[in-house]
């Protein structure tokens, strides 16, 4: 198997459910299956050797162009030959009605000119590419099997497939104006279906308008629409529609670092990503997806009341233990990595972020007695635990320290704690204890965070450097907008950490071997910022730049590289795309 390609070569698609990674040259080179944390059975992307795929491309060389189709998860490659051009449709379906697989992916193949020799190979190696695999017919249909779990290869005109070396594959030939179709159907633990192709088709068919149909109505309509629209797409297809979390990203180990260890599992839902989530759901007018993910991180909280994890499963658990694969990572980067040892991490801002997402939510709909009183408990302990270190946004693999950005958050959870019970949302009872203490971190902030002679608060208490999460200062409301000290620090970040447009998290040691690229969303954290603080002219020039940092098909990843062009880090990210969309609608004076 071909080694992976850049991770801007792929793009994605999903049923809310899974999510498959599609490369510029035809190949399926991640896909989890059933749900997009469970263990890959196409894992090419991670060990091109080991990992397995669907290869789908002409057998002579060819040059691609692709899009998405307008409005939609459903991508469409053309690829251009000597003797003519062929085009494929990629999508995983939406269930509809009547019997259907539990997954389903379709790719339809259509002859647009001449005469082109196409061949295709599924190779489906499940557990991260550690269960046997096993091949075999049913109903003259070629299926692998591992434990409960099956993949059925049906196809039609697109040649005879052969069974033979752990794969299944098809050759034939496509001319002008003929049809061709291959479909993954995927079962786990319940009967296998066989779709007819017409049923496939026309669930291909119902995905397509129903992407349609839910990108049409969302809600912004300024001067960066087709980006906050491609944006909300990624965000609908991170959604795991079982449970509403969103996940961070749909990959696993995907380096911040080409050939380093900087190598994480970002397949569950941050509490950091909360406040953002909530923010672009409601700004957009996805009322739904909005009331969903609220809810979860609500019942997903409950379980470790009255603290906070810094993530959780999709499913809303709380157990995420890291472990390492033995497989050969993307591009050599090791080790590759499932679970995320984060999750033990004290990382105090995740406080503030669910108390600025509920205070959001309230504004939206009631919150009901027993999620009050647990709330309350939760603002209690934040007065408890404020003073201690803690590993920080970034989550440093070092030392704990007192990061600035980390004392700013537990303010914001007081705050926001004091507003609610002033609003009649939570008891009040404590809301006295709550003003106190967020006075006293106000005063620790103002006397051991912040530096005269660089006239910005610090990356923390007794340290000389600044990071990028003290813009998040701006954002949450720390200060007022026109507060001298913002207006300062923000222009200590780009000097310190901007490259242009692109913003580094911080320079600094943290823990961990190596470097890594421009963090992407804080570049659009310094776009919101300057908005924020009325500098709208600057923030709409850095905005139009950032845009030319997506790839071809609008796809951020978490960083980018600039001395390569690459972008690295988990793909596509969903904190990337938060942020974007967040920094449109402070251009656009959609925020409050």
Request: include cysteine; glycine fraction near 10%; aromatic fraction near 8%.
């Given at each position: 198997m071909p080694p992976p390609l850049?991770?801007?070569?792929?793009?994605?698609?999903?049923?809310?459910?899974?999510?498959?990674?599609?490369?510029?040259?035809?190949?399926?080179?991640?896909?989890?299956?059933?749900?997009?944390?469970?263990?890959?059975?196409?894992?090419?992307?991670?060990?091109?050797?080991?990992?397995?795929?669907?290869?789908?491309?002409?057998?002579?060389?060819?040059?691609?162009?692709?899009?998405?189709?307008?409005?939609?998860?459903?991508?469409?490659?053309?690829?251009?030959?000597?003797?003519?051009?062929?085009?494929?449709?990629?999508?995983?379906?939406?269930?509809?009605?009547?019997?259907?697989?539990?997954?389903?992916?379709?790719?339809?193949?259509?002859?647009?000119?001449?005469?082109?020799?196409?061949?295709?190979?599924?190779?489906?190696?499940?557990?991260?590419?550690?269960?046997?695999?096993?091949l075999g017919w049913r109903a003259g249909v070629p299926v692998a099997t591992t434990g409960g779990t099956a993949v059925a290869v049906c196809s039609w005109d697109a040649g005879r497939p052969q069974v033979a070396d752990g794969d299944i594959r098809g050759r034939w030939s496509i001319e002008q104006g003929q049809r061709a179709g291959l479909v993954l159907s995927i079962a786990d633990r319940e009967p296998l279906v066989?779709?007819?192709?017409?049923?496939?088709?026309?669930?291909?068919?119902?995905t397509i308008a129903f992407w349609q149909r839910w990108s049409e109505s969302r809600r912004y309509e300024g001067a960066w629409r087709d980006a906050v629209v491609r944006s909300a797409l990624v965000l609908k297809l991170l959604i795991f529609s079982p449970s509403g979390a969103l996940a961070a990203a749909p990959t696993t180990s995907l380096p911040e670092d080409v050939g380093g260890e900087r190598n994480w599992d970002y397949r569950f839902c941050w509490v950091r990503d909360a406040a953002f989530t909530l923010t672009a759901l409601l700004g957009l007018g996805c009322l739904d997806e909005a009331d969903a993910f609220f809810w979860w991180i609500m019942q997903a909280s409950q379980l470790t009341r009255p603290r906070l994890q810094v993530l959780y499963r999709l499913d809303g658990g709380a157990h995420t233990r890291e472990r390492t694969l033995d497989l050969s990572g993307y591009r050599g980067s090791r080790p590759v990595r499932v679970g995320n040892g984060a999750v033990d991490q004290l990382q105090l801002d995740v406080y503030g972020h669910l108390f600025d997402t509920v205070w959001r939510y309230a504004g939206h709909g009631a919150l009901d007695h027993?999620?009050?009183?647990?709330?309350?408990?939760?603002?209690?302990?934040?007065?408890?635990?404020?003073?201690?270190?803690?590993?920080?946004?970034?989550?440093?693999?070092?030392?704990?320290?007192?990061?600035?950005?980390?004392?700013?958050?537990?303010?914001?959870?007081l705050d926001r704690a004091s507003r609610l019970a002033a609003a009649g949302q939570i008891p009040e009872r404590d809301a006295p204890r709550w003003r106190r203490e967020a006075l006293a971190i106000r005063e620790f902030v103002e006397r051991g965070c912040w530096s005269d002679a660089k006239q910005s608060y610090l990356s923390s208490a007794g340290s000389d450097g600044v990071d990028a999460?003290?813009?998040?200062?701006?954002?949450?409301?720390?200060?007022?907008?026109?507060?001298?000290?913002?207006?300062?620090?923000?222009?200590?970040?780009?000097?310190?950490?901007?490259?242009?447009?692109?913003?580094?998290?911080?320079?600094?040691?943290?823990?961990?071997?190596?470097?890594?690229?421009?963090?992407?969303?804080?570049?659009?954290?310094?776009?919101?910022?300057?908005?924020?603080?009325?500098?709208?002219?600057?923030?709409?020039?850095?905005?139009?730049?950032?845009?030319?940092?997506?790839?071809?098909?609008?796809?951020?990843?978490?960083?980018?590289?600039?001395?390569?062009?690459?972008?690295?880090?988990n793909f596509p990210q969903a904190l990337t795309h938060l942020a974007l969309i967040s920094a449109a609608l402070a251009l656009d004076g959609s925020t409050s």
């Open positions: 850049s991770i801007r070569d792929y793009a994605a698609i999903g049923d809310g459910r899974t999510v498959a990674l599609v490369g510029r040259n035809g190949s399926v080179d991640w896909l989890c299956l059933p749900d997009l944390d469970s263990p890959s059975t196409f894992g090419a992307l991670l060990d091109a050797d080991r990992g397995g795929g669907f290869r789908l491309a002409p057998e002579v060389p060819y040059e691609t162009e692709r899009r998405y189709l307008p409005g939609t998860n459903v991508l469409e490659t053309v690829f251009s030959t000597r003797d003519g051009a062929v085009r494929v449709v990629d999508a995983l379906t939406l269930p509809g009605s009547g019997i259907a697989p539990l997954r389903e992916l379709v790719r339809s193949v259509e002859g647009i000119s001449g005469r082109v020799p196409m061949a295709w190979e599924v190779e489906p190696r499940f557990g991260y590419g550690g269960r046997t695999t096993r066989l779709p007819t192709r017409r049923d496939s088709e026309r669930r291909l068919e119902a027993e999620v009050g009183a647990r709330l309350s408990k939760t603002a209690n302990l934040v007065c408890r635990e404020w003073r201690q270190p803690d590993a920080g946004l970034w989550e440093v693999r070092a030392e704990p320290e007192h990061f600035t950005q980390s004392k700013m958050m537990c303010w914001v959870a999460s003290l813009l998040l200062g701006v954002l949450f409301g720390y200060h007022a907008p026109d507060d001298p000290r913002l207006a300062t620090t923000i222009e200590a970040v780009r000097r310190e950490l901007a490259d242009g447009p692109l913003v580094y998290r911080y320079r600094r040691d943290d823990g961990l071997d190596g470097s890594e690229g421009a963090f992407l969303a804080c570049s659009f954290w310094l776009v919101e910022a300057l908005a924020r603080v009325g500098r709208l002219d600057e923030a709409s020039e850095l905005m139009d730049e950032l845009m030319g940092y997506a790839n071809d098909v609008g796809l951020y990843s978490e960083e980018f590289e600039p001395e390569t062009g690459e972008l690295v880090g």
